[in-house]
C-alpha cells in the first residue's frame, strides 16, 4: 500500500447492500479527492442482512465496477467502533490529512458515537449531503462543539438506502456490477422477478 500524501477520504459502511448511493458517493469523492479509501464494516447500532464477509465481497465488487486507481478497498480499517479504525488509519497514513466521510442522516447521530470527541481529533469530518437528509446547522454546531472540523462536501447522493433495499428489495437500486453475487446468493430477497 502506498503512502500518498494529501487528503485521504475515508468511507466506512455497512454495505448491506450497496446501492446506487454508495457507487454515487465513491464516485463523487473521487473527484474532490486525490485518494478515496473505503472498508465493510459492522455497526454496532443495526442488525446486519449479510455477514461482514460477504458485505465485503460485495462492496470488493462495487469498488472493482468503479476501476479508479485512487480509490482503494482497505478491510483492515474495518471496526465497529470509528475511533478504532481513525487509530488505524492514522498509523497507515501518518503524513496524510484524513477527512472520515458521513452522509448527512448521520450527522445527528455522530455526537452519540464511542469517544465522539477523541475521534473528531483524528480527523475531519465530510459530510455528504443525502436528497432527503438535509443538513441541519444545529447538527453541525453541536459537531464543531466538540471539535469537529467540519467540510460540507459539494456532492448530491441520491436517496437510495440499503434499509430500502432490504426492507422493499428492488433491483432498481442494485449496482450492476453486484446484482449478479446478489441473486446467485439470494440475498435480501432479490430475485429476477423484482422490478
Do not use: C
Not at 442488525?47 to 478491510?75: C, F, M, Y
Not at 447538527?139 to 448530491?156: A, E, N, Y
Not at 450492476?176 to 435480501?188: A, F, G, H, K, R
Amino acid at each position: 500500500m502506498r503512502i500518498p500524501f494529501g487528503p485521504i477520504a475515508l468511507l466506512g459502511t455497512s454495505a448491506d447492500p450497496p446501492t446506487y448511493g454508495h457507487q454515487a458517493l465513491l464516485k463523487g469523492l473521487l473527484t474532490l479527492f486525490p485518494k478515496v479509501a473505503t472498508w465493510a464494516s459492522d455497526n454496532p447500532l443495526k442488525t446486519h442482512g449479510a455477514s461482514l464477509e460477504k458485505r465485503h465481497a460485495l462492496l470488493e465488487a462495487l469498488v472493482k465496477g468503479i476501476s479508479d486507481p485512487n480509490l482503494e478497498l482497505v478491510q483492515e480499517l474495518s471496526s465497529p467502533w470509528t475511533i478504532n479504525t481513525l487509530e488505524k488509519a492514522n498509523e497507515l497514513w501518518p503524513q496524510s490529512e484524513l477527512v472520515f466521510v458521513i452522509g448527512s442522516d448521520l450527522a445527528q447521530q455522530l455526537p452519540n458515537w464511542l469517544q465522539a470527541q477523541a475521534l473528531l481529533k483524528k480527523a475531519r469530518l465530510g459530510i455528504a449531503p443525502r436528497q432527503g437528509w438535509p443538513i441541519n446547522r444545529n447538527h453541525i454546531s453541536d459537531l464543531q462543539s466538540l471539535g469537529g472540523r467540519i467540510d460540507l462536501l459539494p456532492l448530491t447522493i441520491p436517496a437510495t438506502s440499503s434499509s430500502t433495499v432490504r426492507n422493499k428489495p428492488e433491483i432498481s437500486q442494485i449496482p450492476t456490477e453486484i446484482l449478479p453475487m446478489l441473486l446467485e446468493q439470494n440475498l435480501y430477497g432479490l430475485t429476477t422477478n423484482l422490478q
